[in-house]
Each structure stands twice: as structure tokens, then as C-alpha cells.
Nanobody, 118 residues
Framework: QVQLVESGGGLVQPGGSLRLSCAAS????????MNWYRQAPGKQRELVAS????????????VKGRFTISRDPIASDNAKRTAYLQMNSMTPEETAIYYC???????WGQGHQVTVSS
């Protein structure tokens, strides 16, 4: 089992920046990728960014050049690993609930509301 706890999120002005964090614990060695998804009102959940255990990174076309996914090294006690999503130049259309996921939907965080508004 893997537990994912998110932090960050909130209100940001258009053009502003925000960083989300996702702390994974439990069977972290079973995780082959950390992902960020988002779901805007009335829309399907979409994959925003991914980083695999081998370090391969991928982004949705809509966020390339503005969002950055990263992760800390595995903690020395092998108990936790944290991933991040740095979001820059945000637009109101990116208002959504942002979810952290492990292994492409195998596990989910609780989701955090991100609102881009002036």
C-alpha cells in the first residue's frame, strides 16, 4: 500500500506561480511513476505531468515550458519520497482540483483546489 499526502494549492493570480507537494509513504519501492492530474469543473481528469522511477519526465502539451515536476531522493530511512509540481505563468483556465497519483492512478492523493483568479 502507498499513502499520498498533498500540500500546497490555494489561490493564485493569473500569471502567478504555485507549488504542490506530494509525500508518498508505505511501499514506495512499488511506485514506478509519480504523476500529477487535474480536474476542472465539468471536465474529465487529465494527466498533467509524470516522472518515472528512472527519471523520465513527461508533460501535457498545455503545460510544457511552464510546469516542472521533480522529486526528492528517497529518504535515508526508505520511508518517504516527495514529489513536486512547480506551476508558473498560470491561467484562469487552469483552475481545477489537482491530484497526486502514484503509478498512473494506482494510488491517489486527496486532491487540492487550485484557483487562478484576480
Amino acid at each position: 500500500q502507498v499513502q499520498l499526502v498533498e500540500s500546497g494549492g490555494g489561490l493564485v493570480q493569473p500569471g502567478g506561480s504555485l507549488r504542490l507537494s506530494c509525500a508518498a509513504s508505505g511501499s514506495i519501492f512499488s511506485i514506478y511513476a509519480m504523476n500529477w492530474y487535474r480536474q476542472a469543473p465539468g471536465k474529465q481528469r487529465e494527466l498533467v505531468a509524470s516522472i518515472t522511477s528512472g527519471g523520465t519526465i513527461d508533460y501535457a502539451d498545455s503545460v510544457k515550458g511552464r510546469f516542472t515536476i521533480s522529486r526528492d531522493p528517497i529518504a535515508s530511512d526508505n520511508a518517504k519520497r516527495t514529489a513536486y509540481l512547480q506551476m508558473n505563468s498560470m491561467t484562469p483556465e487552469e483552475t481545477a482540483i489537482y491530484y497526486c497519483s502514484a503509478s498512473y492512478g494506482g494510488y491517489w492523493g486527496q486532491g487540492h483546489q487550485v484557483t487562478v483568479s484576480s
